[in-house]
């Protein structure tokens, strides 16, 4: 009995798939020749390509009312919202109310509606951070957007700076350490990944922590978090300070050539990365006729002038220890 039974269900299920199997060939091929069929998107309309029967009209086109012929136009007429990003604390995905209360038509809102708007306004604060967790990490992230932007660092080395640190939050490493300081070390670690790398000094004066603390909390996060950042290249920082000393591109390759030098001759090593960068730029000025001041490149490079007068020997002792090609 019980095989009669399994046998009848499988006769059942075997005619639904043929059944199934016989819909859908119908749906891709003409009900009148059989022939195949194909979409006119232009006139909304579905036609066999043998006979020319419309098998259907008025479709409903899902795409774009609008037309855009660069990227610039399809930016501005797109409606669709932001990707989401490490940047903000909810990646993006919240609703924001304008604080300007008008309307969609630019016009004033009446008495009640203002307050009504208040009152979704401060609702909204409060939803977009519901645990002490999402406060810390809306605060740090406010951070990292202000440093980076005061510093001039792209947008990837905010974004690698938000990751960094949402990681070191997971991971319970904040504990006995301020959000400033975790912020700024994250900061500092993407610059350096990313290629941009900017000074402890330079970090300090955007930060609102001390020096000291800085450099400590960054070796704990790399360390920590086991982050692969290489020792900061001095040639990294040589475009950055010719570009605000208005140096030409041939001074620019000269010192190039010259921290090229001192590093196959081991000048570079346990030296400041950026005391050989201005020392290398300020060697590379007077070599090429450029004449600017120590006082200057010091201000650039937030470095001392004596720094500058040491390195800048080094570097010359390298230059001329080089035999001639």
Known sequence: M????????????TTVNEDETETEAEDVN??????????DTERGETVCTECGLV??????????????FDAKE??????????????????????NID???K?????????????????LRKWNERFRTRDSKERNLKQALGEIDRMASALGLPENVRETASVIYRRALDEDLLPGRSIEGVSTASVYAA????GVPRSLDELTDVSRVEKDEIARTYRYVVRELGLEVRPADPESYVPRFTSDLELSEEAERRARELLANAKEEGVHSGKSPVGLAAAAIYAASL??????TQAAVSEVADISEVTIRNRYHELLEAEQSIPAA
């Open 287 to 292: 070599l090429t006729n450029e004449k600017t």
């Open 103 to 119: 309307d969609a038509y630019g016009n004033s809102l009446g008495s009640r509606q203002r307050e009504k708007m208040q009152r």
């Open 2 to 13: 019980s095989e009669t039974n399994t046998r009848t269900r499988l006769d059942q299920s």
């Open 30 to 39: 003409c009900p009148e020749c059989g022939g195949n069929l194909i979409s």
């Open 74 to 95: 399809k930016d501005q007429k797109s409606r669709v919202g932001a990707p989401t990003t490490n940047m903000m604390h909810d990646k993006g995905l919240s609703t």
């Open 55 to 68: 098998v259907e009209e008025d479709e409903i086109d899902p795409g774009p009312e609008w037309r855009a």
């Open 191 to 194: 610059a350096r990944q990313a």
């Open 99 to 101: 604080w300007r209360d």
